[in-house]
C-alpha cells in the first residue's frame, strides 16, 4: 500500500476502504492530492498518476509538471516546425528534379550519335544520382505522409491484396508463396498495400545476386484477437545487433551495403503499423534469413472500431 509520501502511482480502480482511510487522514492533516493528467487524444485527459504531498512538497511537484509540460510542448512545436519544414522542401525539390530528370533524357535523345564513351558514363552517374535523390524525395514525402495522412479504415481482403502485391513483383524471378487462407481485416487498404509491398519487396531485394529470392507469406491468429501477418525470406538476414533498429528512419544494417537503399522503408512501415494500433519487428528466420512481422488488432465482430483505430477519413500514402 503506498504511503503519503513514496509518490508511488495509484492507479483510481485500486481504491479500497483502507486506502480511502488512509486518503482522508492525510487530506485532514494538510496532505494534498496531486494528479498527473495524460492525454491520449487531443481534449480528453486521463488520470494516470495520482499522489499526496505535503503542501510544499505539493507546489515544488506541480512546478516541475508544468516546467516539463512546457518543454514538451515546446519540443513538440519544434518537431512538427521540422516535419513541415521537411516535407515542404521535398515537394519542392519534386520540380526541379523532374526537369534536370528531362534535360539530361533531353542531351541522351538529341546527342545520342555524338556522345563519346566518357560523356556517356558522366551522364549515366548523373542519371543514377538523380534516381537516387529522387528515391530518397519520395520516401520523406512517403514518411509524412504516414503520419499525417487521415486514414480510410474498410474491410480489405487480405488474400487479395497479397495477391496484387505479388503479381507487382512477379517480374523480379523471385518466388513468393502464401501460406495458408487469408482472413478479412480491418484496416487502410492503400497503407496496408504499402506494408506489404515494402515487406515483399525487401525480402526479394536483400536477396544476394544469382539466388532466386524465396519469400513465404502467412497471415496467424494473434491474441486479443488480433492478426499477425509474416514475411519470411531466406535473404542475407540482419545482424541481431541491427534488428531493434532497422524500424528507425535511415538506420541501414551493417551487411547492406551493397543494396541501394534510403532506410526509411521500414520506418515508414512502423509509423504505418502504429496507426493501425499494431506493432512491427523481425526476428531471424529459422534455417536462414529474416522473418518480418506485424499484428493488426481487429475490432470485436459486432463492437465498434478498435480505438487507436477510431478517427477517419480517406487518403493514403503516394
Ligand atoms: P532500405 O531498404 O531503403 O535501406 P528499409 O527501411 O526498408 O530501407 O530497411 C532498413 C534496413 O533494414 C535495410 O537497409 C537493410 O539493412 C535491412 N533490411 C530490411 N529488410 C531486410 C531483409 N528482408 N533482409 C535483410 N535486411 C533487411
Redesign the pocket.
Known amino acids: 500500500m503506498s504511503t503519503p509520501n513514496d509518490h508511488t502511482p495509484v492507479p483510481k480502480a485500486a481504491a479500497t476502504p483502507a486506502r480511502t482511510a488512509i486518503s482522508a487522514a492525510c487530506t485532514a492533516a494538510g496532505y494534498i492530492a496531486v494528479s498527473l493528467l495524460a492525454s491520449a487524444t487531443a481534449g480528453a485527459a486521463d488520470t494516470v498518476w495520482e499522489s499526496l504531498f505535503p503542501p510544499a512538497a505539493a507546489v515544488a511537484v506541480c512546478w516541475a509538471g508544468y516546467r516539463w509540460n512546457r518543454e514538451r510542448r515546446e519540443q513538440q512545436r519544434r518537431e512538427s516546425e521540422l516535419r513541415a519544414l521537411m516535407t515542404m522542401a521535398s515537394h519542392d525539390l519534386k520540380s526541379p528534379l523532374a526537369t534536370a530528370t528531362a534535360h539530361l533524357e533531353m542531351l541522351r535523345q538529341d546527342h545520342a550519335e555524338g556522345l563519346g564513351d566518357d560523356a556517356g558514363q558522366q551522364l549515366s552517374g548523373m542519371e543514377r544520382a538523380l534516381g537516387r535523390i529522387n528515391r530518397l524525395v519520395e520516401d520523406l514525402l512517403c514518411y509524412a505522409a504516414a503520419e499525417q495522412a487521415p486514414m480510410d479504415l474498410r474491410p480489405v481482403a487480405l488474400s487479395d491484396l497479397i495477391a496484387d502485391v505479388i503479381a507487382d513483383h512477379a517480374g523480379d524471378g523471385s518466388c513468393v508463396t502464401v501460406d495458408g487462407p487469408s482472413p478479412s481485416v480491418v484496416a487502410d487498404p492503400e497503407l496496408l498495400r504499402h506494408v506489404l509491398d ?1 515487406l515483399i519487396g ?2 526479394i ?2 536477396t544476394p545476386t544469382g539466388v532466386r529470392a524465396r519469400v513465404v507469406v502467412a497471415v496467424r491468429a494473434a491474441s486479443g484477437g488480433a492478426l499477425r501477418v509474416e514475411v519470411a ?1 531466406r ?4 545482424p541481431e545487433a ?1 534488428r531493434p533498429k ?1 524500424f528507425d528512419a535511415f ?3 551493417a ?2 551495403g551493397a ?1 541501394r ?7 515508414i512501415c512502423r509509423r504505418i503499423v502504429e496507426r493501425h494500433g499494431g506493432r512491427i519487428g523481425v526476428d531471424e528466420n529459422p534455417g536462414g ?2 522473418r ?1 512481422w506485424f499484428t493488426l488488432p481487429q475490432p470485436a465482430p459486432s463492437g465498434p472500431a478498435a480505438p487507436a483505430m477510431a478517427a477517419t477519413a480517406s487518403a493514403a500514402v503516394k
Open positions: 515494402n525487401n525480402a531485394k536483400y525470406d535473404g542475407i538476414g540482419i541491427d532497422v538506420h541501414r544494417s551487411n547492406s543494396y537503399g534510403t532506410g526509411l522503408g521500414l520506418a534469413g529474416s518480418f
